[in-house]
Every structure is written in structure tokens, then in C-alpha cells.
């Protein structure tokens, strides 16, 4: 299904504004320590000078879809403060994550412990973690759909945390190990990111008063949403510009990550050359780099993992189309899947 009517500015950004004011809200109550001014920094809304920034920021994705959904069902509520505790969390893992990859850059700026170091990142990064507790405290003070929703957040996010743990361990392990399988790879990325989508999704139907039934659908969308963007992701870091995303180039092959693409040309193909230099403690060189890249062009491991992402796609599109909603907002949601899905050379996931 093709939807590009629909723009991803124009149905998230009115839920972004409110969202982020209502970080900005939490960050400025808590005074003018410089801990809460790195924060502010991370979620793009000052500068390393501690100066007012635009243009910077993320999409809000997670957050804005809650409030969207809440929307589309009713209303909610508590639906604010499930979506700034969705948003915080998932800005704290980043500020862990950007730490844990030795990742210099986030968005085109440096990161926090680039600028302060890695014991205010990590102090940084429990912070927003005990003020997206206090969110979701909030929000489940409001009613028992409110309190069904942050328990489920809750038991989610500690999902997140698994996820970054199969993480650690697919990328301490050789590529020749029996363990480094797609299976394994596809359980990783659907703890570490797909989860938080599906149930920043669910939760907001759950908030508003949706049944067992559509809470399940709900999940089922943002869960398949998360994947295919994840293996868009993914891709990006190969075949990507630094331009397009503000990463560094190339950095899931300087880093060796087990990512579809290494892993379709280890089962698939005759590739022994990238497979030693896969397996090597060496750093790689540029003219490593560039060998990895010119084998997965070979082996075809781009198209084939636009494809592998484009089924769980299809696999959105029919949760979404399951929901009981106007075809008008099933269409949207549909639509947001097209237009945020973007593999590269950066075409829509519909076309």
C-alpha cells in the first residue's frame, strides 16, 4: 500500500510540541544544576554552551505515536506523561548506548561524554532514567487503564534492557559461532528497539480504554514498525551517508556488529575474505572497509535485506488494517510506516 500523502512533519509534529514542553517543563523544575543543562543538551534543546539550540533534536517518533493512537481511540488522560516517560527512557538508553559503542557523535553534534566525560554521561543517563520513573508514577495515579498502561511500559523497557544485553553478547562472539544466527540477530533488535515502539503504541490504546484484542494489535503494528526501521537503520550505517545520518560512516562495520547484512553473506555466499576480516581483533583499515562493503555488494546482501525489512512492513500494514478504526486512520498508519521506513538509497519502504 502506497500513502504518500501522508508526511511524518505534518501528523507528528503536533504532538512533538507538546511533548517537548513538557520535558522542557520537568528539566527546568529541577533548577540549574549542569547535570539537568546535559540533558537538555542530549534531547537537542541547548547547545554545549548551554545556549538555546534548533534543528537538532529527534523525531519523537515513540512518544508521538502513544499520543496519536490515545487520539485515534478517544483519548487518554494520562497520555502525556506515558509519552514523555516513553521519550525519556528511550533518550537515556541512547546516552548508555552512545557510551557503550565509543560513538563520538549523535545527530551531527558530539555526544555527552564525548564533551563531559563518561562518569557525567552515565550520571546523565540514571537521571533521565529516575525522572521517566516519576512520569509514569504520575500517569498511573490517574486511573487503573492509566496503571495497566505504565506497568506495561515498565516490564517493556526492562525488555530494552535485554536487548542491549543480547547485544553485547552477539557482538562479543565470532561470526563463525554457532549462536551468531539471524534468529539470534532478529531477537536482539526486537528487544532492543522494536519493543519500545510496540508498546509505546499499545499503551496509548491501553490508556484510552482499548481491550485485550486491540491492545494486542497495537502491539503487533508498532512492534513490526520498529523492526523494519531497525533494518533500515541497520543498512544505513552501510549504505548511508554521513550526510543522511548524522552517524559515523560505516561504523557497524568498523565495530563488527553481527547486523542481517554480514550475516546473509556468511549463509548465503562464498565470501571467506569477509569473513576473516569479520573475525580479526584487528582494527580495520579504509581499504578493509571499503573490501567488506565491495563483498556485500557482490553478495546482494543490500536487496536482500531491504526485503527481509519490507516483510515486516507488510506485516504493520496488516495489524494496522485489523484495528478497528476509520480507514481514514488506518491509512495513516499505514502511511507513517512509509514514510519513516526509509531504506536506503533512501526510498520509501512502499516503493
Known amino acids: 500500500m502506497e500513502n504518500r500523502s501522508v508526511s511524518e512533519d505534518d501528523v507528528l509534529a503536533q504532538y512533538r510540541t507538546p511533548v517537548d514542553a513538557a520535558i522542557r517543563a520537568t528539566f527546568d523544575a529541577r533548577g540549574d544544576l549542569p547535570l539537568y543543562g546535559m540533558l537538555q543538551y542530549f534531547m537537542g534543546y541547548i547547545d554545549e554552551t548551554l545556549r538555546p539550540a534548533t534543528g537538532v533534536a529527534g523525531k519523537r517518533i515513540r512518544s508521538s505515536l502513544l499520543l496519536l493512537i490515545a487520539d485515534l481511540f478517544g483519548g487518554a488522560p494520562s497520555a502525556l506523561d506515558l509519552a514523555v516517560a516513553v ?3 528511550h533518550n537515556f538508553t541512547l546516552i548508555h548506548d552512545d557510551i557503550e559503542d565509543n560513538d563520538v ?5 558530539p555526544t555527552v561524554w564525548k564533551l563531559w566525560g563518561v562518569n557525567h554521561g552515565i550520571n546523565a543517563g540514571d537521571a533521565q532514567a529516575f525522572i521517566t520513573t516519576q512520569h509514569l508514577l504520575k500517569a498511573a495515579a490517574v486511573d487503573p487503564a492509566s496503571a495497566r498502561a505504565s506497568l506495561e511500559l515498565t516490564d517493556h523497557f526492562l525488555q530494552v534492557v535485554e536487548g542491549q544485553y543480547l547485544d553485547f553478547e552477539l557482538a562479543d562472539k565470532p561470526l563463525t559461532h554457532p549462536n551468531v544466527t539471524v534468529d539470534a540477530y532478529l531477537e536482539m533488535i526486537r528487544k532492543k528497539t ?7 503504541v499499545a499503551a ?3 490508556a484510552a480504554g482499548c481491550d485485550a484484542k486491540v491492545r494486542d494489535l497495537l502491539f503487533a503494528y508498532g512492534e513490526s514498525f520498529g523492526m523494519a526501521y531497525q533494518i533500515a537503520d ?3 550505517s552501510i549504505w548511508g551517508s554521513v550526510e543522511e545520518t548524522g552517524k559515523q560512516a560505516y561504523g557497524d562495520i568498523v565495530e563488527r556488529k553481527k547486523t542481517y547484512p554480514i550475516l546473509y553473506v556468511r549463509d548465503h555466499t562464498n565470501e571467506p575474505r569477509l569473513v576473516e576480516l569479520y573475525s580479526s581483533a584487528a582494527p580495520l583499515s579504509d581499504n578493509d572497509i571499503q573490501e567488506v562493503v565491495a563483498g556485500f555488494d557482490r553478495a546482494g ?3 536482500a535485506t531491504k526485503a527481509l525489512g519490507r516483510t515486516y512492513v507488510t506485516q504493520a500494514h496488516e495489524a494496522a488494517q485489523s484495528l478497528p478504526l476509520p480507514q481514514q486512520s488506518i491509512a495513516l498508519l ?3 510506516v512509509d514514510s519513516l521506513v526509509r531504506f536506503p ?3 520509501h519502504a512502499a516503493d
Open 204 to 206: 496509548g490504546g491501553v
Open 334 to 336: 499505514t502511511g507513517l
Open 87 to 89: 521519550e525519556l527512557f
Open 194 to 200: 522494536s519493543v519500545l515502539i510496540g508498546t509505546a
Open 345 to 347: 538509497p533512501y526510498t
Open 234 to 236: 541497520d543498512m544505513s
Open 105 to 109: 557523535e549523535r545527530r551531527g553534534r
Open 301 to 303: 546482501a543490500c536487496e
